[in-house]
């Protein structure tokens, strides 16, 4: 079972449509991400909720939106979308908020190009 | 701000070859710190961590030691393979998972 999932794995769209990732753990934590990986591989923390609820927006344009239903789910609405956002986006789980001591465990990643 | 910085790639080793890549980090408080890989069109992977100082984390051959002196969280393998090219990426976490900017190996036969 993969224990973090999300799709779709490969997107391409044009500017300015309205896309959705979807993301769903199966180990129980109370935590999830969303990091986005640029072209030069540079990973950077957009949001991570808890139980639910936002703890962390990295100054990310209010263009994206996450939702999460549930804890086990934290699913990426990107409204207008830019060239710029041409990304790999991954999704990531950990038991608790507090990172540090434990292992935030990545999906395989959504490779988005926008044309 | 925390901050991770990693030596620059590619680095490109033959088989069987000696594998350093350094890191080393800033930050305030006492970090955890990782080490992640991607191998090619896939995402990331857990490769090993350690938790405070002068702990050392291994996985799959690799090794990486905590040195708080210094500090370090340089990732070594005696021997590498051609499997093992990938990009590694080092990481610390305090209140959120920081990345370094990831080190390409490029291991040939």
């Not at chain 1, 799709?7 to 769209?13: N, S």
């Not at chain 1, 950077?44 to 939106?65: A, D």
């Not at chain 1, 789910?73 to 207008?80: E, G």
Request: aromatic letters at 12%.
């Amino acid at each position: 079972d993969t224990a973090v999932s999300q799709t779709p794995k490969y997107l391409v769209t044009q500017m300015g449509n309205d896309k959705s990732i979807k993301c769903e753990q199966n180990l129980g934590h109370d935590t999830m991400y969303w990091y986005k990986q640029d072209s030069k591989k540079f990973l950077k923390i957009m949001f991570s909720y808890n139980n639910k609820e936002l703890i962390i927006n990295e100054t990310v344009p209010n263009r994206f939106s996450p939702k999460s239903p549930d804890k086990a789910h934290l699913n990426l609405h990107i409204n207008s979308l830019e060239l710029g956002d041409s990304a790999v986006y991954f999704c990531a789980s950990s038991q608790v908020v507090h990172v540090s001591g434990n292992t935030i465990y990545f999906g395989e990643g959504s490779w988005l190009t926008v044309v | 701000g925390d901050s991770v910085t990693q030596m620059e790639g590619p680095v490109t080793l033959s088989e069987e070859a000696f594998l350093t890549i350094n890191c080393t980090y800033t930050a305030t408080g006492y970090p955890s710190l990782f080490w992640y890989v991607q191998y090619p069109g896939e995402g990331l992977q857990l490769l090993l961590k350690a938790t405070k100082a002068d702990d050392k984390g291994s996985n799959k051959g690799f090794e990486a030691t905590y040195r708080k002196e210094t500090t370090s969280f340089h990732l070594e393998k005696g021997s590498v393979q051609v499997s093992d090219s990938a990009v590694y990426f080092c990481a610390l976490s305090s209140d959120k998972l920081i990345f370094g900017t990831g080190t390409r190996l490029q291991v040939f036969p």
